[in-house]
């Protein structure tokens, strides 16, 4: 929250920051990602990172993905925001699991959810879903999956086609 | 209906030891139905004997794709959807996601509102500490604190249904402020509880705190120093045992914690003990709070009046043009957000409950998602419970405090 | 007087074999441990002291299927889980009776999307459904006290 830190970090690894709602947000490019969260981590003082998560920006947007990132210095009082655009043709990104351990289940989730690649992770498999599930669902493309309730006047239609278990399989 | 799917040695290999591969150690399943595990975890063992030498957690079966779903229906609508995340804490999940709505449009609440919402988050905080108890004793086979915590819970859900009319998801506290004005027996229903409380912490405490069966099972069990556990991204209980003073309703005040005055228990050694003593420390601490809110309890509205996110009162439908249009609008399109996002982050009973909140313009949430606490609570299951053998297993799951709702969402 | 009057007095009492069965089946229901989301806690608020289920025979809960008659799906089925229902079901000795506690159990709930069964009658086959989301312990009471009635009119060939 504290602006010295933005500006340091403006200065050194050239990104925008964003201001809204009374916070700021600072974005730097993926080549970076990995310096930045190093530095934030070593030198800035950055003890846990609170979350990790993605956003969908459409596949007609370029670049597809937003990662976002979320810092807590315990010892300073302060928080910190970061986001990186991730390109939506092959999106993958390098991991940062050895500086914050628990960024490992969250790249899990973003991979298994978004389909970001995390490379040098330590444990990248589907988290959420069973393991041979085909498509990541929080993507924009991905159908939510909705499936049509059974009033009166389309009773008999559905009754056809849903699907009631028995009590032995044979 | 498809097969159950199994886990080869192959999919596992990296987090093994070596003597998983050549048949020395035993791979056990620890499945999904369990009576211990606190809902659906399944836990793949590597036993040495009896001895622990990893426990990897496996996660997704409770998986409800709320994230998915809220990003279909209006912001008031998706609410509803957030109760049923963490369903111990629900008025806490109800009001993380309200102060991130509210803070995205820019809308005030009134002081009556803020302080009704901390009483209720607070008696949150107590009725789920209460199940943490009951459970984790009934593990360590200590029954009659099971059915002592729940009859102080059913107080506490008779509260709620008073307030609301529902005893467990109730949706009370909405953008703007809390759905209406407490009742007038509220006030001496709340009073009465508090009244009885700290003698049946007390009596909860008696069976357990000083038992050495308890201690002997507890003390030094699942131990992880401070510095671990904020690299690990602990918060809650699990971090305040291990001597980190981080509580996110002193660390970034909302809903005016600020006004009231009260401690954050710590304790330095990191084992399940020292969680144990720390919620229940929390538990007296609740009752202050909760004791200065209602004797402060400020008059005026409870919800804000800017008709433009919040519906106007019906009595000024009938006579009102702006009201109507309002109400008209409200109910079929819903409110717009400008374009942006924000985190906002409260204080769960679990640890830090965070929201991230990103708005396109539009009636709907583009991207919601929600930071809970049991997901990295759980990460740090392997670390804790290596070495130990498998009963000290439960104990350790029991100590963390998870829900399966707040890990799979 | 009839021949039930004497014989009642020397201590015998005529009556079918299907009563007699399906009433000692009601007497002594142990359901299953299978508590899932948040109609668990219901659950477990029933189980406790102040709506307590040991008055209708369910005493204790089994953890293990063998040793249980009365599954009750407590929660949101998802995708991943639907498969270990349905092998714990059929783990499950006859006679067995299924109830689906809950919005969430009957048809699905809230949430209409990929992640969730719409009902779990789609993976085990249900006797008896209990609306609430969660419903109170005293509906979960009723819904059991319903089961008790459809047993006592089952007819012992069902089983067979």
Redesign the interface.
């Known amino acids: 929250m504290s602006a010295s830190n933005y500006q340091t970090l403006v200065e050194k690894f050239k990104g925008t920051v964003i201001d809204f709602a009374g916070e700021q947000t600072f974005v730097v490019s993926p080549d970076d990602y990995l310096a930045s969260v190093e530095f934030i981590h070593s030198e800035l003082g950055f003890e846990m990172l609170a979350t990790l998560t993605a956003i969908d920006y459409g596949v007609q947007a370029e670049p597809r993905y937003h990662l976002f990132l979320r810092f807590n210095s315990i010892a300073g009082h302060d928080t910190f925001n970061l986001r990186v655009p991730v390109s939506g043709h092959n999106p993958k990104i390098h991991s940062i699991d050895k500086i914050y351990r628990n960024a490992n289940w969250h790249e899990r989730e973003v991979y298994d959810l978004f389909g970001v690649h995390f490379e040098e992770s330590s444990d990248l498999r589907r988290i959420m879903m069973p393991f041979d599930w085909k498509g990541h669902p929080l993507r924009k493309d991905y159908p939510l999956g909705y499936e049509e309730p059974q009033f009166t006047f389309n009773f008999d239609e559905i009754e056809g086609h849903k699907p009631y278990a028995v009590r032995r399989e044979e | 209906?498809?097969?159950?799917?199994s886990?080869t040695l192959e999919?596992i290999k990296?987090?093994v030891s070596g003597r998983a591969l050549e048949g020395d150690t035993m791979l056990l399943n620890m499945?999904?139905?369990?009576?211990s595990t606190h809902?659906?975890l399944r836990v793949l063992l590597e036993l040495d004997g009896e001895t622990v030498i990893n426990a990897i957690p496996d996660?997704?079966?409770?998986?409800?794709?709320?994230?998915?779903?809220m990003e279909?229906k209006t912001y008031q609508k998706a609410e509803?959807?957030t109760d049923?995340m963490d369903?111990?804490n629900t008025v806490g999940n109800n009001l993380g996601y309200c102060l991130a709505v509210e803070?995205?449009v820019?809308l005030d609440v009134p002081e009556r509102a803020q302080y009704l919402r901390v009483i209720l988050a607070e008696l949150q905080r107590l009725a789920s500490h209460m199940?943490w108890l009951?459970?984790s004793a009934l593990d360590i086979a200590a029954m009659s604190d099971?059915?002592y915590a729940?009859?102080e819970?059913?107080i506490i859900?008779g509260i709620l249904e008073l307030v609301s009319g529902q005893?467990?998801?109730t949706t009370y506290i909405r953008p703007g402020g809390v759905w209406r004005d407490v009742p007038a027996e509220f006030d001496k229903a709340v009073r009465d509880f508090l009244k009885i409380l700290p003698k049946r912490i007390d009596q909860y405490e008696s069976l357990l705190t000083k038992n050495p069966i308890f201690i002997d099972r507890c003390a030094k069990v699942g131990v992880i120093s401070g510095?671990d556990a904020?690299?690990?991204?602990l918060?809650g209980a699990s971090l305040r045992g291990s001597g980190?003073?981080?509580d996110v309703r002193k660390?970034?005040p909302y809903s005016s914690y600020d006004h009231f005055d009260f401690e954050v228990p710590l304790h330095t050694d990191g084992d399940v003990r020292a969680r144990y003593l720390v919620r229940i420390a929390e538990m007296r601490q609740s009752i202050k709070i909760i004791q200065q809110a209602m004797d402060r309890l400020p008059g005026g509205p409870v919800r804000s009046s800017n008709y433009k996110f919040v519906p106007p009162p019906r009595s000024e439908i009938g006579v009102s043009m702006e009201a109507l249009i309002h109400h008209f609008k409200l109910w079929t399109e819903g409110f717009s957000a400008p374009k942006?996002?924000?985190?906002v982050?409260v204080e769960s009973p679990r640890g830090?409950l965070?929201t991230?909140l990103?708005s396109d313009g539009g009636p709907k949430p583009?991207?919601v998602?929600f930071?809970t606490p049991s997901?990295?609570n759980l990460?740090?299951l392997p670390k804790l419970a290596k070495g130990h053998m498998v009963a000290d297993l439960v104990v350790i799951i029991g100590s963390v405090d998870i829900v399966?709702?707040d890990i799979?969402r | 007087m009839g021949v039930e009057q004497k014989l009642g007095d020397m201590g015998v009492v005529t009556t079918r074999l299907e009563d007699v069965i399906n009433w000692s089946r009601t007497g002594a229901m142990w359901p299953m441990l299978f508590g899932l989301a948040c109609c668990a806690i219901e659950m477990m608020s029933a189980q406790a002291a102040n709506y307590d289920m040991s008055r209708f025979g369910m005493e204790l809960m089994r953890a293990s299927p063998r040793q249980s008659d009365l599954m009750i799906v407590a929660g949101r089925v998802s995708r991943k889980m639907a498969p270990v229902v349905r092998r714990l079901y059929d783990q499950m000795p006859e006679p067995k009776w299924v109830i689906a506690m809950g919005d969430c159990a009957s048809c699905g709930g809230v949430f209409n999307n990929y992640a969730v069964v719409q009902g779990v009658d789609e993976v085990v086959p249900v006797d008896v459904y209990v609306a609430g989301c969660p419903p109170r312990p005293e509906a979960l009471i009723d819904g059991v006290v319903t089961l008790h009635k459809k047993v006592r009119t089952e007819k012992l060939k069902d089983w067979a």
């Open positions: 209906m498809p097969d159950l799917q886990v999919d990296h987090l499945g999904p139905q369990h009576p809902g659906v996660v997704g079966y409770l998986h409800t794709g709320i994230e998915k779903n279909a509803v959807m049923r369903y111990l803070k995205l820019g199940v009951g459970t099971y059915m729940f009859r819970r059913e859900l005893r467990m998801m510095e904020l690299n690990w991204g918060s980190v003073n981080y660390f970034a942006g996002s924000v985190y982050a830090e965070g991230f990103e583009y991207r998602h930071r997901f990295d990460q740090v399966l709702g799979d």
